[in-house]
């Protein structure tokens, strides 16, 4: 999408919310109707997951609100997180949302979800894929942290008609498991644990290895880039090696997870950026480019 | 109680949930009455603290919520948080509800804190038990995290009519002081801190040792549980290996503490359970069994 | 203040509760302005920094509803925090404030928000400083957990009347960059991290260090006391080591640092203060004193 299409559609959302003094929701569908209509195409097709249309807003709280308390954060919001940070190229636009919202998930931070969920959705996140994402953080994260994105996401996946056919099945038919890694993984864990938790080791096989990581509905690739970004969000540098590597493996690139952390630095500050560095520059450097 | 008994109860619980349209609280006072008529007995008689009823939800969110973003974790809601984890023996069910509050606290997850709140009520712990958790954890976890805690019982201990005479004296008799292990407390605290925060010293030395934990709400054993939960929670792993020794003098037994780290995969997420094992592991080999 | 002049703030303070049925804020209005007749000055006067007028309450909840749950919790807020704690020389009221609302905003904690930004602008923290403390906090605890507070101190700085003319300019002359500590810093990055995260490198010199700790509106003094408490709230000893030292080159005392370990115990938890310690102890140790 081209500098000045986005200028066009930054233009009509402008008006729409002069023009319209209904609620957020209905200014949305009024934008994203004009937008098609000057495109002629669904704004959001499933393809277009790298789009460069400027952040309308980097929280739920309005500019004004922002600005009451610190003129400064308005600005910062603007040139570094809206125009500068969400146009980097080093992640998708679609990747960098699903990042976000896992941070704000992780850190069981609901102010802003809701809005990030909706960005989540309009950027080519699949509603399948973002149900995913709040399943594999339940195991990640916590399940009270799960419940919490649950009474969100229901919220928005209602406003969006959102119903049982676009979510995946409780139990489908899962990937195939790669049998010499999950070997690798099972010696590992005994190594860390002996036979200190039983509990422990039996659901880290099942359900977490033997069936969630093989759930068919996210890709591998993303569930390391969901499981690599909790870790950061939360300063939980002692698992972050191996998952890295595992990311890595499932097809994430360096250039990509490098990224991940200046996405971690804004949204869940930077000393957890400065923990997750170090030991991902260790992670690059011990393999073969 | 035996599994038929739980079948019972279990089938009496859906028929009051059939037949009655009120509030939740009267569908669970309905049941247990129901309950206490079967069996001629009050339903939670105090030393009942082990019971395998199967765990009606394990959030306050509906199923039909969970299920509306995600079916797979209301599958595993049921699966192995319901009908698989809460029916370990490793644990009694009075434990594991300890446990679980004490994770939602010192994480500051108020979503479910009532609903656990009221599991742990139901499964044999007192009311007085339960105030003595949140006051432990108010040094443990932090004044902040206690007044959250503080605004969510105050709603449960009202619905309950539960009132201050079975709460606990705000300046009991206390235990009497183990004064060999408090002298080994002062030594080791002298060597970590030196002179850096006086301040530290002497609160740490009285309230905390000197008081909170000579207390006799709440036993050494249950203090320890609510201590190492509490660390684990949050990753806090430097100050684990001391009190996890401590809670293995106090009467915990290493089966209960693998167990405690089972429970904090799936309430506090799997990192955290995975940072716990290790420490766990290495002060279990250091012990004679 | 003397302490019999706080007797007597404290006097009329009860006396308007007493005879004061309306709201919470028009009895803090009446009680500034009693105190301000009596003193024939405006009470809380800039330079008026070290008053030891006794914390009215340790928590937005009530005395009665945290004895409702918990009588100790009562008294140990009277006797430990609010008559203990906040008396003690070796940290202003103010700095003392400063840190309770940075600790708040460092984990997300919203109940108890409000209260301590009101006792922090009555001790005379400087409602710009607040703002500054918030936009600071963006960047060292996340852009969600600055969004929770903006949204508490809009209704603070509203009910305050605090308008845009007592807030910082977005874009300030700032204050100048000392060339030699900031060449240090990015040699000690490109050490930690390579090339692992271009982007993190990029923000943090601008605008991290090149814009946010140039403002004026906050001292330097105060931005590293505000980030040494960050870093200590959520246990993220990492980086605590080089922004002490950082801390103590800007003027704060080591007898404040170790004050902020002991602020921390209280109000993050006696692990994370737990966590701090050793590291300030050898901090402390390594520079000439």
Redesign the interface.
């Known amino acids: 999408m081209s500098t000045s299409l986005a200028a066009v559609i930054h233009r009509l959302g402008a008006e729409a919310r002069q023009s319209c003094k209904g609620d957020k929701n209905s200014m949305k569908l009024l934008k994203v109707t004009l937008v098609s209509l000057v495109l002629g195409v669904p704004a959001f097709a499933q393809g277009n997951t790298n789009m460069s249309t400027p952040l309308e807003s ?4 309005s500019t004004a ?12 919001a603007q ?3 809206a125009d500068s ?1 969400w146009q ?1 190229p ?1 992640l998708s636009r679609r990747d960098r949302s699903i990042v976000t919202v896992a ?2 998930i992780a ?3 609901t ?2 979800l809701s809005h990030y969920m909706n960005i989540a959705l309009d950027s080519g996140v699949k509603p399948r894929e973002l ?2 994402i ?2 594999h953080l ?14 969100v ?2 919220d928005v ?2 406003q969006r008609r959102i119903g ?1 056919d676009q ?5 489908p038919q899962l990937l195939p498991l790669n049998e010499q890694a999950e070997a690798k993984r099972v010696t590992s864990v005994q190594r ?9 080791d039996q ?2 096989t099942d ?2 290895f033997k069936d969630v990581w093989l ?1 068919p509905d996210l890709s591998p690739r993303d569930r390391s880039l969901v499981t690599i970004t ?2 950061m969000a ?3 540098v ?2 972050l090696s191996g998952h890295l590597n595992r990311a890595l493996d499932n097809g994430l690139t ?1 250039e990509q997870a ?2 991940v ?2 996405q971690i ?11 997750a ?2 030991v ?2 260790e992670v ?2 011990s393999r073969p480019n």
Request: no cysteine; hydrophobic share 45%; glycine share 8%.
């Open positions: 980097a929280s739920a709280l609100d922002i600005q009451s308390v610190s003129p400064a954060l308005g600005r910062y040139e570094d997180v940070l980097r080093q941070i704000l850190r069981n931070q102010l802003d149900s995913e709040i399943t339940a195991f990640y994260a916590g399940w009270s942290n799960a419940m919490s994105a649950v009474s996401a229901k996946f209602a049982p979510l995946p099945a409780a139990s860390l644990l002996g036979t200190a938790s039983p509990g422990l659901y880290t359900p977490l759930r909790s870790l939360n300063g939980q002692a698992q360096q490098g990224e952390i200046t630095a804004f949204y869940a500050g930077w000393p957890n950026a400065f923990s560095g170090p991902a520059a690059f450097r």
